[in-house]
């Protein structure tokens, strides 16, 4: 079966196993079945129930160590496109020398859409689809589909198959293609993959994975050990060139300080290598085990300067519809909205929530004044209010459509009015003396907007496409020199970034809430970091600083909102306006 795998590897990939150079690899002991090692047991069985991949089938096999005991969940490996490595030798001496723990293989091949005829028309291979493609569509099929159904089985004499729940419990690999697969896997759900096996990885341009060693270095690291092999023979083709993309990704990893090992060598694109170091990857990864693997500390300088260690995300309130226009005050008091709901809620500085007693009628943007008033975009009676300290309500703006609100130290407001994602947005000013005018009109659903620390800057998100846009603010409030400013990272599964509220802190970086996270540009436009957000049942929406030192980041998600203390401090607009240093060029 190996055999024929790679041979679907070079036909895909437009080589013949004819073009493979002459290869020779010491052997492994733990590859070559030893005497009076127990033997595991290989089961063979079918899937054709998937949600995820509708219409799909596959096959997979699932070992099962001699040692293992069904009254402890066992670790888990899984393996893209069925046995390979000499898997179950290995496993089973590595696992009789105790240089791994009693560990459970699954070994899944790509599913395939059978066609109703088959002498008349070919299945549909979703090899491609499924492990090529960005996104946790793979890592749900296996954690929601596939581990569940082995868990029904048994072993031929009768003992059930649990698989530990724990992600320091299981590791995940594979070749080629199979390889971005499992790292993407790990990638996206670091939870429950620790440990990754990446042999002639496909991390070009196919599906997007070519992104790969950008977002690693942007993204702050995740838990995750990988063992990368590759030979400079591999693929050099119309995707990109296999070899050096291998090597970008182990630079990437190194940068952002993952535990990495690579085996480099002069192979090509073939399984020979990999099964030569499989033994030792596995060894590699299970080391210290069950010490668990850590993130490591990134050299990429804006998440070092904006994240302390050993800070995570801290849950604030839970139990909401849909969470949005979160501001805080002078003294650094958070308010948020969930505008389904008409409710306002304000978090002290003792940390404790209150629900404010009054009907927020379904507003969203939230900001405050420079005289401490909370203004807000009130979208049930399309009024733009304000309220003092003592709560008391003032229609700033009547028959005013909205979403998002700025207010500067000079008094100006400026306003988002999106219209659906085809229609023109609106941005508009409203003066101290209530005069309102109409400065822009074009973005794509104009969402989220903020203004620089120096207040000479307002920056817009345009939901519906990868931008923000930037506009320079006149001496008359108007707005002039609009600019398609930053550039903003797309998630292969999503067709626009959907950028929604954006602050800064006081040194000028911008952060921009979105599908991917929190994207952190520099002042120049160029996202330096992307900070992950806890998984809810949507994007994170909106932020902003907080807390006596502004110092503390809070965030709507959907049902739910976070906080996290971080080494930046907030910009305020209600503050007199401050220049920052210049950008780095």
């Not at 047991?41 to 949600?51: G, W």
């Not at 002039?480 to 929604?500: I, M």
Request: glycine share 8%; aromatic share 12%; net charge neutral.
């Amino acid at each position: 079966m190996k055999k024929i795998v790679f041979a679907l590897f070079m036909l895909w990939h437009g080589h013949s196993l004819a073009q493979t150079p002459a290869e020779n690899y010491a052997e492994d002991p733990a590859s070559v079945e030893q005497a009076g090692v127990p033997k595991g047991e290989v089961l063979k069985f079918e899937f054709a129930s998937s949600k995820i991949f509708p219409g799909t089938w596959r096959e997979y096999w699932v070992y099962v160590p001699a040692q293992y005991k069904p009254d402890k969940p066992a670790c888990v490996y899984v393996n893209q496109d069925g046995i390979q490595w000499k898997a179950p030798t290995v496993f089973d001496n590595l696992i009789h020398k105790k240089e791994m723990p009693v560990t459970i293989g699954v070994f899944v091949m790509h599913g395939k859409v059978k066609a109703d005829n088959e002498s008349a028309a070919l299945d549909r291979f979703n090899r491609s689809f499924e492990y090529d493609g960005l996104g946790d569509a793979y890592a749900r099929f296996i954690l929601e589909e596939l581990l569940p159904e082995v868990e029904k089985k048994t072993t031929s004499d009768g003992r059930p198959i649990r698989l530990s729940k724990d992600g320091n419990d299981r590791a995940i690999g594979g070749a080629s293609s199979g390889a971005v697969c499992a790292f993407t896997a790990a990638w996206e759900r670091p939870d429950a993959f620790s440990r990754v096996f990446s042999a002639i990885g496909t991390y070009v341009g196919l599906r997007g994975a070519h992104e790969y060693p950008t977002l690693i270095r942007k993204y702050a690291p995740k838990p995750i050990r990988v063992y990368l092999q590759d030979g400079t023979n591999d693929l050099n083709i119309y995707a990109g060139d296999w070899w050096k993309s291998n090597e970008l990704m182990e630079r990437a990893l190194v940068f952002s300080g993952y535990e990495v090992k690579h085996a480099w060598g002069e192979g090509a694109h073939n399984g020979k290598h990999g099964t030569a170091v499989f033994p030792e990857a596995m060894r590699w990864l299970w080391k210290d085990y069950p010490k668990p693997v850590t993130a490591g500390k990134s050299k990429n300088q804006f998440v070092s300067e904006i994240l302390l260690d050993n800070q995570d995300w801290e849950l604030v309130g839970e139990g909401y519809t849909f969470t949005e226009g979160i501001a805080a005050n002078a003294a650094g008091e958070v308010y948020f909205q969930d505008i389904p709901n008409s409710k306002t809620y304000k978090i002290g500085l003792d940390g404790k929530l209150v629900t404010l007693d009054l009907d927020a009628k379904k507003s969203s943007g939230t900001a405050f004044s420079p005289d401490g008033k909370r203004y807000v975009v009130a979208g049930g009676t399309k009024q733009i209010l304000s309220y003092d300290a003592t709560g008391k309500e003032t229609v700033v703006a009547d028959n005013q459509t909205g979403n998002d609100i700025v207010v500067a130290s000079n008094g100006n407001i400026y306003i988002t009015a999106p219209n659906g994602v085809t229609a023109p947005s609106k941005l508009y000013l409203i003066r101290p003396n209530g005069e309102k005018i109409e400065v822009d009109e074009g973005l794509k659903f104009a969402n989220g907007l903020t203004l620089s620390p120096d207040q000479t800057q307002l920056y817009v998100t345009e939901s519906a496409s990868h931008w923000v846009w930037v506009y320079q603010i006149q001496a008359d409030g108007r707005l002039a020199h609009k600019q398609k400013y930053g550039w903003l990272h797309v998630r292969d599964v999503d067709e626009n970034a959907w950028s929604d509220g954006l602050k800064c802190d006081k040194d000028g970086r911008i952060y921009v809430t979105s599908l991917s996270g929190i994207q952190v540009l520099d002042q120049t436009g160029r996202v330096n970091a992307i900070l992950t957000v806890p998984k809810t049942r949507g994007q994170v929406s909106n932020l902003c600083f907080g807390g006596p030192d502004f110092d503390t980041m809070y965030i709507t998600c959907v049902d739910k909102v976070f906080r996290r203390k971080v080494k930046v401090k907030g910009a305020n607009t209600f503050d007199v306006p401050h220049k920052p240093a210049a950008p780095k060029l």
